[in-house]
């Protein structure tokens, strides 16, 4: 899958814990499959009101190992919490660049996962800036990451206006059962009918990608960078 053979790493940077299940949760469980050594960066876990209640940071990070566990994700990690000072743009460049656990100089990851550009929330637009910083050709990084893919959440793909257009499908029918699973982790993120989070809409969203391709689920992510 991408060229990528058992024991090659792929690091994913998640704003917050779920964004990568909601994103690339199939792709992610194609990959740890066949032997990928997945590890998944959330940027920031923190108490705060969602939609009338309140997210508790403990048993978000709870649900992030559970939704990890299902999804075959190796290293896991939380850079930011309730106990830790906010991070800036220049924090988050260094973070993922050369952080002392999952970060670029630490994985030499093949792959690099972050959020696309043009998201909807403000956390993912700076994680974006931040991942593509950090990936960018330079003398103190090698190897860089020989490809590096952008994903959106679902919110982006139902109002995502100033998003790049997706050039890279991955046919998830395979695993759409275990990104489901992985996505029940997360029950209090998730909402009900129309709402772009509920578990009917993510699925359509899914389904759509893969009308395309002529597959019965794909996601679909931004190539910022494939090397061969």
Known sequence: M??????????????????????????IARLTAVGVDVHVLAVTCRTEPRWGATTDSGLRREEFDAACDVLGVGGRSVACTDDTPELDLADLVR??????????????????????AGAVHQ?????????????????????WPRM????????????????????????????ATVKDKALGCYARELREGDHPRS??????????????????????????????
């Open 2 to 27: 991408f060229g990528l053979k058992p024991g090659d790493r792929v690091l994913v940077v998640s704003p917050h814990p779920d964004d990568e299940t909601l994103g690339a949760g199939g792709t």
């Open 95 to 116: 973070l993922v660049e050369a952080g002392p656990e999952l970060s670029l100089a630490a994985l030499e990851p093949a792959a690099l996962f972050i959020p696309a």
């Open 123 to 143: 956390d993912h637009r700076l994680v974006h800036r931040a991942g593509y910083a950090a990936a960018r050709p330079s003398g103190s990084l090698r190897p």
């Open 148 to 175: 590096v893919l952008g994903f959106r959440g679902p919110e982006d793909h139902a109002w995502g206006a100033e998003a790049a257009r997706s050039t890279v499908v991955v046919d998830i029918t395979g695993t």
């Open 199 to 228: 578990l009917e809409r993510i699925r359509a969203i899914d389904t759509a990608t893969a009308a395309g391709v002529g597959t019965g689920r794909a996601e679909a992510f931004v190539a910022y960078r494939m090397i061969w």
